[in-house]
């Protein structure tokens, strides 16, 4: 017994820690022919974070554990079609390998709440097994095969303030000098990202303008000069609030509660308050407790994208 610990604990392995993604702004377009949606959005990497850690195998594994009681984790395959498994299994195939390994998860970004949770962990799995195996891959590679996988994984690995165009896989970091706080409102009932749309194309009529307004980015890259509230929007709102009028009211009670602005994280069910700094957001973070809001998280971004923080 004593020998078997002794070589698990020298088993090289990597921790990699991937942010929560915001939408600031999200507009998005008729369905194409392919039946996704064109996207424009302004992603922010907020301070909320999944961890991975991988470690050399002889069979692909994933496990994964809570770090929050925000985080359900009923809907998370434990086989070959978890996404983290994915991204290792599709970074291997682009270098012509075969390799495999054991990947842990350390949640505390919620399941289906519309703060690419998933997308951060196929994200933290491509930088720690590229890492741990010294595969050299470049970021343009990593990017491309982070496409391949989900819209957002380029954001998570990208990280910091970017838009997103195409379906919001074509990432374009862009000047953000402010620091934005949000409290974090968490919904014990996951949103399904494609009802979401559905009911999108249902509800929307006749054309309109979903390209983020220039004003926006003037107001990341010199913050003061105009509100960044005056921006912040999110079409697939009305969607979400028509399936689950529950997070309108979650919304009224954050803006009585004392938020700049309320937002919903993506396709939801997240919702997101906007704060003017961190006493604010603890402020407003308190209020709603008071209301049966217990279950938040006081964050904020810019932060680094999917990043190391342990080799052992």
Same mark, same amino acid.
């Given at each position: 017994?004593?020998?078997?610990?002794?070589?698990?604990?020298?088993?090289?392995?990597?921790?990699?820690?991937?942010?929560?993604?915001?939408?600031?702004?999200?507009?998005?377009?008729?369905?194409?022919?392919?039946?996704?949606?064109?996207?424009?959005?302004?992603?922010?990497?907020?301070?909320?974070?999944?961890?991975?850690?991988?470690?050399?195998?002889?069979?692909?594994?994933? =496990? /994964?554990?809570?770090?929050?009681?925000?985080? !359900? *984790?009923?809907?998370?395959? &434990?086989? #070959?079609?978890? @996404?983290?498994?994915?991204?290792?299994?599709?970074?291997?195939?682009?270098?012509?390998?075969?390799?495999?390994?054991?990947?842990?998860?350390?949640?505390?970004?919620?399941?289906?709440?519309?703060?690419?949770?998933?997308?951060?962990?196929?994200?933290?799995?491509?930088?720690?097994?590229?890492?741990?195996?010294?595969?050299?891959?470049?970021?343009?590679?990593?990017?491309?095969?982070?496409?391949?996988?989900?819209?957002?994984?380029?954001?998570?690995?990208?990280?910091?303030?970017?838009?997103?165009?195409?379906?919001?896989?074509?990432?374009?970091?862009?000047?953000?000098?402010?620091?934005?706080?949000?409290?974090?409102?968490?919904?014990?009932?996951?949103? =399904? /990202?494609?009802?979401?749309?559905?009911?999108? !194309? *249902?509800?929307?009529?006749? &054309?309109? #303008?979903?390209? @983020?307004?220039?004003?926006?980015?003037?107001?990341?890259?010199?913050?003061?000069?105009?509100?960044?509230?005056?921006?912040?929007?999110?079409?697939?709102?009305?969607?979400?609030?028509?399936?689950?009028?529950?997070?309108?009211?979650?919304?009224?009670?954050?803006?009585?509660?004392?938020?700049?602005?309320?937002?919903?994280?993506?396709?939801?069910?997240?919702?997101?308050?906007?704060?003017?700094?961190?006493?604010?957001?603890?402020?407003?973070?308190?209020?709603?407790?008071?209301?049966?809001?217990?279950?938040?998280?006081?964050?904020?971004?810019?932060?680094?994208?999917?990043?190391?923080?342990?080799?052992?």
């Amino acid at each position: 017994m004593v020998e078997v610990r002794a070589q698990r604990a020298s088993t090289p392995s990597v921790t990699v820690r991937a942010p929560a993604k915001i939408n600031a702004y999200l507009g998005v377009g008729r369905v194409r022919d392919d039946g996704f949606h064109p996207l424009e959005t302004v992603y922010q990497a907020v301070s909320l974070y999944d961890d991975v850690t991988v470690t050399s195998a002889e069979e692909w594994s994933v =496990s /994964t554990m809570v770090e929050g009681p925000h985080v !359900d *984790l009923s809907s998370v395959p &434990d086989d #070959d079609t978890n @996404i983290a498994i994915r991204a290792g299994r599709a970074l291997v195939e682009h270098h012509g390998i075969e390799r495999a390994a054991a990947i842990e998860i350390s949640k505390s970004i919620p399941v289906a709440g519309g703060m690419a949770g998933g997308s951060a962990d196929a994200a933290a799995t491509l930088v720690a097994l590229d890492r741990l195996w010294s595969l050299g891959t470049s970021d343009d590679d990593l990017l491309a095969i982070g496409a391949e996988l989900g819209s957002d994984v380029p954001f998570a690995l990208v990280g910091g303030t970017a838009t997103g165009t195409g379906r919001g896989e074509v990432v374009t970091p862009v000047e953000d000098n402010g620091s934005w706080w949000w409290v974090v409102i968490f919904n014990d009932e996951g949103l =399904s /990202t494609p009802s979401v749309y559905g009911a999108y !194309d *249902l509800l929307e009529e006749g &054309d309109h #303008d979903y390209r @983020i307004r220039p004003a926006m980015l003037d107001a990341l890259r010199s913050p003061g000069s105009e509100g960044l509230e005056v921006f912040l929007y999110n079409d697939l709102e009305s969607a979400a609030f028509y399936l689950r009028p529950d997070l309108e009211r979650a919304a009224e009670a954050a803006l009585e509660c004392g938020a700049i602005m309320a937002l919903l994280s993506g396709s939801g069910p997240t919702m997101l308050a906007h704060a003017s700094d961190a006493d604010d957001a603890r402020l407003i973070a308190g209020r709603l407790a008071g209301r049966g809001y217990e279950q938040t998280a006081v964050v904020h971004g810019p932060v680094a994208g999917a990043h190391v923080v342990a080799y052992s």
